[in-house]
């Protein structure tokens, strides 16, 4: 495999499920961030973890729970989410400060 | 006011046409300047990615910044309707000492390219 990884590309769960996502990176970078893309709206900074710790939480709400057990891997557990949650969730990675790359995302319905 | 201003479009051009792109910002912050294509469910792909005031050029396309007047263009040469897609710019300022970054976007704008 290359580049940014995620899975499951594609989730639906109910409001009182739990369930997580998880994003590998094979770039050998050192940062990893998660994003929320919502229609019509631009890409949301949602966490950014720089050698494992987490640097920015980007506001958002207790029922996404990021975890960075080491600088491959990310992931983000989710709890009791909203309808409004439903998006697509992007993973990506950069060395350092330099340019991020994307995985493909995970199209998140909430029912 | 939003930080990054985008025209979300659509955008129709015919195939081998001169694509225009542009996006305005607000925060004399960014150090980075980004353009991405996002094909239908897929993730953003990097296209261009610059620093300074001026032209960059790779292949087709061309990526312009003007610092000045806090304005970022694309242009795509000899358009493709492999070029149809949506096209995000994005900014970024060094956080946490420049050991990231973070990155802002625009609304992107969707580009179809018509044979």
């Known amino acids: 495999e290359t580049g940014v990884t995620q899975t499951p590309r594609h989730l639906v769960m109910g409001m009182t499920n739990k369930k997580s996502l998880k994003c590998e990176q094979h770039?050998?970078?050192?940062?990893m961030y998660w994003y929320k893309q919502s229609a019509k709206k631009p890409l949301e900074l949602m966490f950014v973890?720089?050698?494992?710790?987490?640097?920015e939480n980007n506001s958002v709400p207790s029922r996404f729970s990021p975890e960075c057990p080491n600088s491959s891997h990310l992931f983000l557990h989710l709890h009791t989410l909203q309808p409004e949650d439903s998006a697509l969730y992007l993973c990506?990675?950069?060395?350092?400060?330099?340019?991020?790359?994307f995985g493909p995302g995970t199209r998140l319905t909430v029912l | 006011q939003k930080e990054v201003e985008q025209d979300p479009g659509p955008l129709s051009v015919p195939e081998g046409a001169i694509v225009s792109l542009n996006c305005t910002y607000s925060?004399?912050?960014?150090?980075?300047f980004m353009w991405y294509r996002q094909y239908s469910r897929k993730g953003p792909e990097l296209l261009m990615y610059t620093y300074s005031s001026g032209n960059k050029e790779d292949g087709r396309f061309t990526a312009q910044v003007d610092k000045s007047s806090k304005y970022i263009s694309l242009f795509i040469r000899d358009s493709q309707p492999s070029d149809s897609a949506t096209y995000l710019c994005a900014m970024s300022v060094n956080i946490y000492g420049g050991a990231t970054n973070k990155l802002i976007f625009g609304t992107g704008t969707l580009l179809a390219v018509q044979p």
């Open positions: 990506a990675s950069s060395l350092q400060g330099s340019e991020q790359f």
């Open positions: 925060n004399s912050a960014f150090q980075y």
């Open positions: 770039l050998g970078h050192n940062a």
């Open positions: 973890y720089s050698l494992e710790e987490r640097v």
